[in-house]
């Protein structure tokens, strides 16, 4: 097994625990929103005002944390973009 192959097969290992580890982070978020408009629909005397404001909240975090995904997306893309030009080069 060449040098490439091995340096491929590490970032993808590495890809695969960063994706399982987002989705447990999502999971996690989006239950705890879920959890969290059931209390809000069941309180009444929370203002809508405060409402609006932790739906808000929850959307900040849902586009962070996509955001934050297509970044680790893109730079395990030029990584892997790296070696397989870098290696590819100097190694076959």
Known sequence: MDMRTIMLQMIDLQRATFDNGYEAVVTVQDQTEKAFNTIMDQST???????????????????????FKKVMDEGYNHIGWYIDSAFGRTLH
């Open 45 to 67: 005397w929370l203002p809508s005002e405060s409402r609006g404001v932790m739906k808000e909240w929850f959307r900040m975090f849902k586009k962070g944390r996509n955001d």
